[in-house]
Every structure is written in structure tokens, then in C-alpha cells.
């Protein structure tokens, strides 16, 4: 299949689900002018950047909107590559965290230390307030 085939499937199938090309545009979120292109002779990257988006306006599947083996292969491909390039960058985040949340729990660690550290000094300061009170007769 072609450029000119799917472009010819899109206008098709928008034609008999009763949709404009001014309807499809503003679902797309752009100038009919430019969605015009997607169904006419250029606009072949803009065609290829929302296919997906387009399918789904359509309630058709991609594969169906495509049906040379080659073209659903390649984008296929373009597809999981994307999706291991993000699984990829999602693994390194992940590992980020893991290194935030583990500076997070030593730094809890010693704020709880000095946590310790300030109730025994309180607790020695009011032992030896209490001998000086003691000693000196105060009360």
C-alpha cells in the first residue's frame, strides 16, 4: 500500500462515517488547509505523524488502515522502538528514585540519630539541674 492508498482509505472511511475534513482537522488540532494535505497529494510526514491519531478518529485500527504486510512491519517496528526507547528512559528515572530514596532514608537515618542525641543531652542537662536544685536547696 502506498502513500496514495491510505490516503485514499482515510478520505473513504471519513466520507462514510459523514465527517468533514474541517471536523477532522479540529479533532487533530490543526487548519483544515493542512489536513486537506493529508488526504491530497503532500502532507505525507504529517500523514505518518498522526496515523495513529487519525485511525482512532476513524474507529478503525491502524492494521486496517493499513494493509501492505511491509508498511504494518515497518511501522510496527518504528513503534516498539519507541516503546523500548521510553521503556528505556522510564528504567533509568526509576533508578534515579531508587538513589533519591535511598539518600532519603540515610538522611532520615541521622536526623533521627540527632533526634537521639538531643533527648540524652536534654535528659543529662535535667539530671544535673536536678543535682544542682539538690546540692544548693532549691526547689
Known amino acids: 500500500m502506498n502513500d496514495n492508498s491510505i ?8 466520507k462514510e462515517l459523514g ?4 471536523w477532522m482537522a479540529e479533532q487533530l488540532g490543526i487548519e483544515e488547509r493542512t489536513y486537506k494535505l493529508v488526504e491530497s497529494y503532500g502532507g505525507t510526514r504529517l500523514l505518518y505523524g498522526r496515523m495513529e491519531e487519525i485511525a482512532k478518529l476513524l474507529n478503525i485500527s491502524l492494521s486496517d488502515l493499513l494493509e501492505d504486510e511491509e508498511e504494518k512491519s515497518s511501522l510496527l517496528k518504528d513503534e516498539r522502538n519507541g516503546y523500548e526507547s521510553l521503556l528505556a ?3 533509568l528515572e526509576v533508578a534515579g528514585l531508587r538513589d533519591e530514596a535511598e539518600r532519603l532514608r540515610r538522611e532520615v537515618e541521622r536526623l533521627n540519630g540527632c533526634i537521639d542525641d538531643k533527648d540524652f543531652i536534654i535528659r543529662h542537662l535535667r ?3 536536678a543535682q544542682y536544685k539538690d546540692v544548693s536547696g532549691e526547689e
Do not use: E, P, V
Open 7 to 14: 490516503k485514499r482509505a482515510i478520505r473513504d472511511r471519513r
Open 19 to 22: 465527517y468533514t475534513q474541517a
Open 89 to 91: 528512559d522510564l528504567r
Open 127 to 129: 539530671a544535673q539541674l
